[in-house]
């Protein structure tokens, strides 16, 4: 077992040490994958959220809305990329997710099997955005520093 704890005291710290230098990078190359993407499927109209969106945001007309939504997400994405432009990547994020829960209110049929803890996917997919809320979080707190790399 001392053998095991010794080995544990010499590589532990190395790798916390390469996630803590390259951790916050990777959060914010994964945020910018994941709302490029998610966006980038929205104005070709192949988005699987996209009859949730037309159910939810029905006092719009969703051919005008759904496409600004998906080029609204690949611009959170690209500025995310870059240190300059993360405040404004954090505050279009901010300004969408308020809308993204709207269907757990308007539509508890579609995101409930069992209210208030059954999800169904489509509520699942919801309550996925408690984690980019967080991240936009994290990520926001660095930048008056250098941790976001």
Known sequence: MSQIKQLFNKYDPLIAG???????LYLRISLAIVFIWFGALKPLGISPAEGLVRKTVYWIDPDVFIPILGIWEVLIGVFMLFRPTIRASIFLLYLQMPGTMLPLILLPDVCFTTFPYG???????????????????????????????
Do not use: C, D, P
Not at 18 to 24: D, L, R
Not at 127 to 148: M, Q
């Open 18 to 24: 390469w996630m803590s230098k390259h951790g916050m």
């Open 119 to 149: 999800l169904t996917l489509e509520g699942q997919y919801i309550i996925k955005n408690l984690i980019l809320i967080s991240a936009g979080l994290v990520i926001g707190g660095t930048v008056r520093s250098n941790k976001s790399n």
